[in-house]
């Protein structure tokens, strides 16, 4: 079979367009640890308030070095409303929804993880720099939606 030569440019075009793409996923998730907060944890959204971990949100020491904070997400809202961690130390951040699907967004940071109802997220990160850092929701979920936020106190220990 002959290809013209135009053929061959277009094809070797292709190849190459479609490995340099695969090398740049192949980078951002494996080497810069840009994977989905995982996890198929699931939990009765009915029950969210009464099942632990989520019967308690807010920040608990595992470790010396590793904190997890749990959190609900429902309506409109957070809960809690306020976190407060020490930077330098690994935290755990476990989320769920009561309600609809919401997400749980830290700019500037690797955190960004969709909230389903019926599903738990995971997603660890580590803040090098004590501040304020804003956490939004990125998912449309009603007219009240704009107020949906909350903040994370990182402080130096």
Known sequence: MHLHKFEKIWLAFGIITLLVFLGIVGV????????PAGGLDTIDPDKVDTTAPFDKPGVRKIDDNTY?????????GYEPAEIKVPAGKEIRFTVTSKDVVHSFTIPHTKVNMMVVPGRISHKS?????????????????????????????????
């Open 28 to 35: 951002t998730a494996f080497a810069q640890g840009q994977t």
């Open 125 to 157: 990160y580590t803040f090098d720099k004590p501040g304020k850092y804003l956490t939004i929701c990125n998912e449309y979920c009603g007219t009240g939606h704009h107020f949906m936020y909350t903040e994370i106190e990182v402080f130096e220990e």
């Open 68 to 76: 997890e904070v749990v959190i609900k997400a429902m309506t409109y």
